[in-house]
């Protein structure tokens, strides 16, 4: 097993209205913190941070975070000398100023930090029992209990250069590829023991934010979640389906800004002792094995207009 990070520990982004947020993730079946000026995302299952929401003008990608080993940090630093990859200040903002602050390729801000696993170490329980002769399975639908995920399971974020990407978190954070489908969207896991995926990227023509995927123990979860948030006027959306690279059960529900959150089920486990062997297919034979066609708009990137500052800013830095 090779140094890697073990977690995708967090996402931030900024948005421009908190309120909404809240509203929409509270809805979506998550426990929605207020700290100072921002908000902190939850679930029932656990205390820790999943994700971080700060007032803009405008919806984008602020930084992702990933948990990694303390012997395992002065490679991290060695890997981005090699690279040439300036390291960062943390920023105002950052939870702490201990991390290993860098931006890829495209310009995303990266955090390296020294946190607790929490990517699962075994594939995650799954609950779909019936009932038996002459009881009924599921309650009435105003006794429908809410949906509760149990943990953030990955993110997909956008990239100009799908290879590219590959190679530079292979290369720096030590992920391993789990598929790909041309150079369309490729998945990558943590070689100490993760989901199929805990970062995904998409082809695009600018860095963005698609979608935060959320673990739950069922099917009947995935469409109660679907459900659930249908009731609350978030209609926009894609599922229910089953995906063929990762294999879960989803359905995405459309935020307020244009990106998705998942409910996820059942999607495979990669672990630490390797054995994977990845798969290349075309984008057509590698999306999505059943479900709807998707909306014309699911793979759009609507924070594709900061693309040139983002560029800039970035080449200034290796400058």
Not at 128 to 150: E, F, I
Not at 189 to 200: I, K, T
Not at 223 to 231: E, F, K, R, T, V
Not at 256 to 266: A, I, L, N, T, V
Request: contains cysteine.
């Amino acid at each position: 097993m090779g140094v890697g990070i073990h977690s995708l520990d967090h996402f931030s982004l900024v948005v421009p209205d908190l309120e909404e947020a809240a509203a929409f993730y509270d809805r979506f079946g998550l426990q929605v913190r207020s700290a100072g000026d921002e908000l902190t995302l939850h679930t029932a299952a656990s205390a820790h941070r999943w994700g971080r929401f700060r007032s803009g003008a405008a919806k984008a990608l602020d930084y992702l975070s990933f948990g990694a080993f303390a012997e395992d940090v002065p490679t991290f630093h060695e890997r981005l000398r090699a690279r040439r990859v300036a390291t960062l200040p943390a920023p105002a903002h950052a939870v702490d100023d201990s991390g290993i602050w860098f931006r890829d390729d495209d310009g995303t801000l990266i955090e390296i930090r020294v946190a607790e696993k929490v990517s699962p170490d075994t594939k995650s329980s799954v609950s779909n029992s019936t009932a038996p002769p002459g009881v009924a399975a599921m309650p009435l639908r105003v006794d429908a209990p809410a949906v509760q995920p149990r943990r953030l399971s990955h993110v997909l974020i956008f990239t100009n250069d799908v290879a590219r990407a590959i190679d530079f978190y292979g290369a720096i954070l030590g992920l391993g590829l789990s598929d790909a489908a041309g150079d369309a969207v490729a998945f990558m896991h943590g070689v100490h023991g993760s989901d199929h995926h805990l970062v995904a990227f998409g082809k695009s023509d600018a860095p963005g934010f698609h979608h935060c995927s959320w673990d739950v123990e069922s099917v009947n979860d995935v469409g109660l979640g679907a459900m659930n948030m249908a009731d609350a006027g978030h209609t926009r959306g894609w599922g229910l389906g089953r995906h063929v690279l990762g294999s879960n059960f989803f359905h995405y529900v459309r935020d307020p800004w244009g990106s998705y959150s998942e409910y996820s089920h059942d999607i495979d486990f990669i672990p630490s002792n390797g054995g994977w062997q990845p798969h290349h297919v075309s984008p057509d034979n590698g999306f999505y094995l059943w479900g709807p066609l998707p909306p014309p708009d699911f793979v759009f990137n609507y924070e594709s207009a900061s693309a040139e500052l983002v560029r800039d800013t970035v080449a200034s830095e290796r400058a």
